[in-house]
């Protein structure tokens, strides 16, 4: 049925939308971190979405059954390539022998204005899951 | 469209039809929303409007003839039409690098008017139905 489609699609993009919020807290908290188990400083994480029936068999089968496209799903996550930022703190244990300590290319107001996306865009999600709803409920009443 | 055939008319028809579109738009609706940080995404939409006008009889347009009884009638193919998906028009200007075309401003507009026209066609279906069945049961 369209409208259990719609809601499990529509969940779909709540969960792609929470993972992307989670990572921008992993993101936000780890701002300073100068050391991980790969060694070096925290690499700033992001998630690339790609729409499910991406792959040609899939957009095929799709196709000839008609249907809309799909629901999105988390295809991997990216670190960031650029260099860490350099900054001059001769007193930091992990300071290499100039002074300096290689610190996550983590920019707050980046990272804020991409938290504000995801949420207005896990909120446009509930609000699809609310109007299905709400039309399932109205269907309910035919013939009452 | 199929003729009207006393209790069950066209009109009956013709809401069952509008209530499978509006669903499958909002489906289609729900699936840009969800994807509306995926790259490359284009939006799509169901054309409904015109689905349903290709329904209503339209003038000059001739039907088949049944030239015996026991012939299937060639309309009533229509209602089980499968959804009319179509390319939503991209934004007209969009600052976005990543080759998406959800207009989510556009789009949560859009599905707010089709949940809107789905539970009106859910409701006038409700009362022609309530209609009907008083004058089943006789009004009283």
């Given amino acids: 049925m369209d409208l259990y489609d719609a809601m499990r699609t529509s969940a779909s993009g709540l ?19 100068t050391r991980t188990p790969e060694g070096g400083p925290y690499r700033r994480k992001e998630v690339v979405f790609q729409a499910a029936g991406g792959a040609f068999g899939d ?31 001769p007193g930091h244990p992990d300071a290499d022998e100039n002074g300096y300590v290689a610190l ?22 509930l609000n699809a899951v609310r109007a299905a709803r709400d039309m399932a409920l109205k269907a309910l009443e035919i013939g009452k | 469209m199929p003729q009207p055939t006393g209790l069950f008319d066209g009109n009956l028809a013709l809401l069952e039809r509008a209530l499978s579109l509006r669903s499958a738009q909002h489906r289609t609706l729900s699936a840009n929303i ?22 209503r009889p339209a003038a000059g347009r001739l039907a088949l003839a049944r030239t015996d009884a026991g012939h299937l009638p060639a309309a009533a193919g229509a209602a089980r039409e499968r959804p009319p998906l179509r390319v939503a028009a991209p934004p007209a ?30 409701q006038l279906a409700a009362s022609k139905l309530k209609g009907l069945r008083n004058v089943i049961i006789g009004g009283k």
């Fill in chain 2, 34 to 55: 969800a994807n509306a940080d995926t790259p490359h995404y284009k939006a799509f939409e169901v054309a409904v409007e015109e689905a349903l006008a290709r329904m």
């Fill in chain 1, 15 to 33: 969960s792609a939308q929470r993972l992307r919020i989670n990572l921008i807290s992993a993101n936000l908290a780890n701002v300073h971190t």
């Fill in chain 1, 104 to 125: 996550p290319h983590v920019n707050v107001m980046e990272e804020m204005v991409n938290l504000m996306s995801a949420t207005r865009s896990y909120e446009a999600n």
């Fill in chain 2, 93 to 122: 200007f969009s600052l976005r690098a990543d080759g998406n075309t959800v207009d989510l401003d556009r789009t949560m507009g859009a599905l707010s008017e089709n949940a809107l026209a789905y539970k009106t066609s859910a």
């Fill in chain 1, 59 to 89: 957009a095929l089968r799709r196709a000839a059954a008609g249907g809309p496209p799909g629901e999105v799903r988390p295809l991997k996550i990216v670190e960031d390539v650029r260099p860490p930022v350099l900054k001059y703190d």
